[in-house]
């Protein structure tokens, strides 16, 4: 508002000061405009409007009361003409209608004109995320709000071989689709890429470079904390001078004053113990803050250094947090992440160039399911030696170690071989197993969940169910069996779940490095 001389200033009513700051906090929070009007409406909190008559009053937030404070830029200290013109008429005989200009294209941008509540970068940051926001993002070619879904690259995955944007769908198993061309030209579908393998991928390379980029951050944020400081000092130290000097000019107007004019004597002597007042407490003030520490050239402690490494291993757990919302975990995902370019190619590979925050490219190439061995890159080298080794009389659990050591994998399955590909090829081939299997062998040091039921007297398909629902966590043998060490503190912590002491037992850090086998 304007004061009588025609200043702009802030309007004197703190409740008004105070409710307008809380939109621009609650939109740098939550990053949506519709968010920020239900959390107002949800608590009661009415927004300041000025009515037809200039008069403050208080009325109900609205989608366009929330977008209209945010992008004004006056509320970020400037003056700005120009934001709009006149599009010309659809139809003849009709009036031009006013449209918005691009931020780049307003005519006049004075900056630091009037009381800001936000400075200039957070206002350019504002409109971006907003704009960013936009439900049309399809066709604007944004990223729009991350929303809730399953799709972890909803709104940031692009089309390598046609260069737009990709849609998500859910009937039929969540996958990306490039149909850009089809509903535009009535062109055939462009590709589409079943998104398991390429979130999984995506998720691993965002928590992988999270640590470092977590470090950078922490090491800029130190520095920054430390400019921060020494800049707080400086200021403070001037501050005292400034007071200092008024003190001593208030003394020097009281010592001249006429001790016989006590109406002007008191007034100065007051200033004079006013100013002495202020100078005591901004040397409280200077006292209080910790002396500047001198900025060294390691940018972050190796106890830090260490906290921070130990952190990155618990990510991958954080991330897979049932609490975290797809919401939440997409809009982390944009933090780094600009967009996903996709590629399916021919067979059993995808192609994902990772675009950062930055300009940094990463080329992923995803391992994905196909639907038999024929559409493996390497299939036809993998069928040829399993029926080598097959002939050779060696049992299936052991072709598939083999073969996944040399680096194939089932069409299934991303990083190996199953026993039942090697079974069902065999077969294929007519090739009978010289013995069949009769038992397992391992250590002495495990126990298998037969052995393990008999020696605590339970049922072995208890076993089997604890660890279908995940209340005994245990890691399967590259051979395919559950061993559990055979270990006094094991079969009595398996006891206690079993009695419903504990709730839930974790045998994956109790579990030996020797690994159990197959033996026919």
């Known amino acids: 508002m304007r004061d009588p001389s025609g200043v702009v200033v802030k309007d004197p009513d703190m409740a008004v000061q105070g409710r307008l700051g809380l939109v621009f906090q609650l939109f740098l929070q ?10 107002l409406n949800e608590r009661d909190l009415e927004l300041p409007r000025r009515d037809r008559y200039g008069d403050l009053c208080w009325t109900r937030a609205t989608l366009a009361a929330v977008a209209a404070i945010l992008k004004n830029p006056a509320y970020a200290g400037a003056f700005v003409y120009g934001r709009t013109r006149f599009r010309p008429p659809k139809r003849e005989g009709a009036l031009p209608q006013k449209a918005p200009r691009p931020m780049e294209e307003w005519r006049i941008v004075v900056k630091d004109r009037y009381p ?51 849609y998500v769908r859910y009937k ?28 999984a991928a995506v998720g691993d390379a965002f928590l992988t470079a999270l640590a470092p980029a977590e470090l950078d951050a922490l090491s800029r944020s130190r520095r920054v904390q430390q400019q921060t400081n020494n800049a707080l000092r400086s200021s403070a130290e001037r501050e005292l001078e400034r007071k200092r000097y008024t003190a001593a000019l208030a003394e020097r ?14 007034e100065l002597e007051r200033r004079w113990e006013a ?28 106890e830090l250094n260490d906290k921070v490494i130990s952190l990155t291993g618990r990510l991958p757990q954080i991330w897979g947090d049932e609490t975290i919302s797809d919401a939440h975990r997409k ?28 300009g940094a490219v990463t080329e992923l190439e995803v391992k994905m399911s196909v639907n038999s061995v024929t559409r493996l890159t390497r299939g036809t080298e993998m069928r040829e030696r399993l029926l080598t080794l097959a002939r050779d009389g060696v049992p299936d659990d052991k072709i598939a170690t083999i073969l996944t050591r040399e680096g194939h994998r089932s069409p299934r399955c991303a990083d190996k071989v199953l026993p039942i590909t090697v079974g069902r090829l065999r077969r294929a081939a007519a090739i009978k197993v010289t013995a069949q299997r009769s038992r397992w062998e391992h250590d002495d040091s ?41 270990t006094p ?10 009695n419903h002491v504990i709730a839930q037992l974790d045998l994956r850090i109790c579990q030996p490095n020797k690994e159990g086998h197959q033996h026919g």
């Not at 936000?118 to 929303?147: C, L, Q």
């Not at 972890?152 to 390598?160: D, F, K, N, Q, R």
Request: charged share 25%; proline share 5%.
């Open 172 to 199: 039929g198993g969540g996958e990306y689709v490039c149909n850009h061309l089809r509903t535009q030209e009535g062109q055939p579908t462009c590709q589409h890429i079943r998104a398991a393998h390429i979130d």
């Open 30 to 39: 939550l990053r949506s405009v519709a968010k920020v009007m239900r959390a």
């Open 275 to 302: 100013a002495l007042n202020d100078v005591r407490a901004a040397e409280e003030a200077l006292a209080r803050q910790t002396p500047p520490k001198a900025i060294t050239q390691v940018a972050i402690s190796k």
């Open 446 to 486: 495990y126990l298998s969940p037969p052995e393990l039921a008999r020696r605590l007297e339970i049922p072995v398909n208890w076993l089997y169910v604890q660890i279908r629902t995940k209340r005994l966590l245990i890691d399967r043998q590259p051979s395919g069996a559950y061993l559990f060490p055979n």
């Open 253 to 266: 107007q009281f010592n001249r004053a006429d001790p016989d004019n006590r109406l002007v004597a008191s």
């Open 331 to 358: 809009a982390l995902l944009r933090c780094l992440i600009e967009k996903v370019v996709l590629d399916r190619g021919e067979r059993d590979l995808a192609l994902a160039r990772i675009v950062w925050r930055g």
């Open 489 to 498: 503190s094991v079969l009595h912590a398996i006891g206690d779940l079993r």
């Open 116 to 166: 800001a509540y936000i400075d200039w970068p957070i206002y350019e940051k504002i409109r971006s995320v907003i704009r960013d926001n936009r439900a049309e993002y399809m066709r604007i070619k944004t990223r729009g709000a991350p929303r809730n879904g399953e799709l972890l690259l909803h709104g940031i995955a692009w089309c390598a071989r046609c260069g737009h944007k990709m």
